[in-house]
């Protein structure tokens, strides 16, 4: 497989394809601080074996972790243990470690070099590029961050097998949301070969460089989300809320996957794509969608989730909806009572709005 240079305000940095050997690791080491997955740290336990004990900090990596205070926690080891300006960090994990690692290391001594080795598909197909460093504020997912890439990336396919199904589903949902705005016809395939590949991993490489090919080409464009590349919150605004409501019990692409399909219900019900296009686009999504439900009396929870997104402008919520396959928009919506109706009667009728 290719690898991937992406040019970034900072340098130009890349994704290299690699193995998982003690060649690999044993590179990584000179003048690094690991910080590392629990979970991966407990089925990797050789990644940990090439560093001095106390140049090893392990995390867990959940969303609760991923904030001010847990990063506060991770920053006071690493001043402890004697990191200096010229040391430098390694995340080996998946996209939570990713925005601890990244965001210390913007932070620190005004900003530490870091690399990264993602573990799970998401981070491998998605995150590991594009510069974002995001951590949780005032039950807020990603609220607070800054733009740092890290200097390189190193993607390990072995990492794929030991992952659970739950991440896999996750990961495909990121990738589908990239295929659905290029209109690309990996989002069917994808799909069509979706049982296949929740069980054999090494079918996703394929699906793994189309995404971050589509992704690079916009954040070369749009590294700092002013303008093009905010169509890439797709489903996002309304996935963050179902994973902040569900206490983050569903998984990051899989809330993306039904923030998708609600974007694509409140288009249909604003008229601005038909019941044939949204019937489409629901049949492509339809096997990644998670099972949790929100009940009526949380909506104003959700409601007030979806008010609290950072992409918000005044009173207005801003969606990226749908106004054709391919044709993603930024759309502030005003009328919230009409919103807040619409978004009610999606979750009372869940999956029965195709007529296919």
Not at 189 to 217: C, D, H, P, Q, V
Request: aromatic content about 10%; overall charge neutral.
């Amino acid at each position: 497989m290719s690898d991937l240079k992406i040019q970034s305000y900072r340098r130009q940095y890349e994704v290299v394809f690699a193995y998982l050997n003690t060649r690999l690791v044993n590179s990584l080491v000179k003048d690094t601080f690991l910080i590392i997955d629990s979970n991966v740290d407990r089925f990797y336990p050789e990644i940990a074996a090439y560093f001095n004990h106390d140049r090893i900090v392990v995390i867990e990596a959940s969303e609760k972790t991923k904030t001010l205070t847990g990063c506060e926690e991770v920053l006071k080891l690493l001043v402890e243990r004697g990191m200096k300006k010229n040391h430098k960090l390694l995340a080996v994990g998946g996209g939570v470690t990713q925005d601890i690692t990244s965001f210390v290391a913007s932070v620190l001594y005004r900003g530490v070099e870091w690399e990264f080795l993602p573990t799970t598909l998401l981070a491998q197909a998605d995150s590991c590029i594009g510069s974002k460093t995001s951590i949780n504020f005032a039950n807020a997912k990603n609220l607070l961050g800054t733009f740092y890439p890290p200097s390189k990336i190193y993607c390990c396919l072995e990492f794929l097998e030991t992952l659970s199904i739950d991440d896999v589903k996750s990961g495909i949902g990121e990738m589908l949301h990239y295929f659905l705005y290029a209109d690309s016809p990996l989002a069917v395939e994808i799909m069509n070969n979706y049982s296949t590949l929740l069980k054999n991993r090494e079918g996703l490489e394929k699906y793994i460089l189309a995404s971050l090919e589509i992704k690079k080409e916009m954040i070369e464009k749009d590294e700092f989300d002013q303008t093009i590349r905010r169509v890439f919150n797709y489903g996002h605004t309304f996935g963050h809320a179902i994973e902040a409501l569900s206490d983050y019990t569903v998984s990051h692409g899989q809330a993306v996957t039904r923030g998708m399909d609600i974007a694509n219900f409140v288009a249909l019900r604003r008229g601005l794509i038909s019941q044939e296009t949204y019937d489409e686009l629901h049949k492509v999504l339809e096997k990644n969608l998670p099972s949790y439900q929100i009940d009526p009396k949380d909506l104003d929870a959700y409601f007030k989730l979806l008010s609290k997104d950072k992409k918000n402008i005044g009173k207005s919520v801003v969606c990226i909806l749908p106004y054709g396959k391919g044709d993603l928009r930024v759309t502030p919506i005003k009328d919230l009572r009409t919103f807040k109706a619409q978004l009610a009667e999606y979750w009372r009728t869940r999956d029965e709005h195709s007529t296919q």
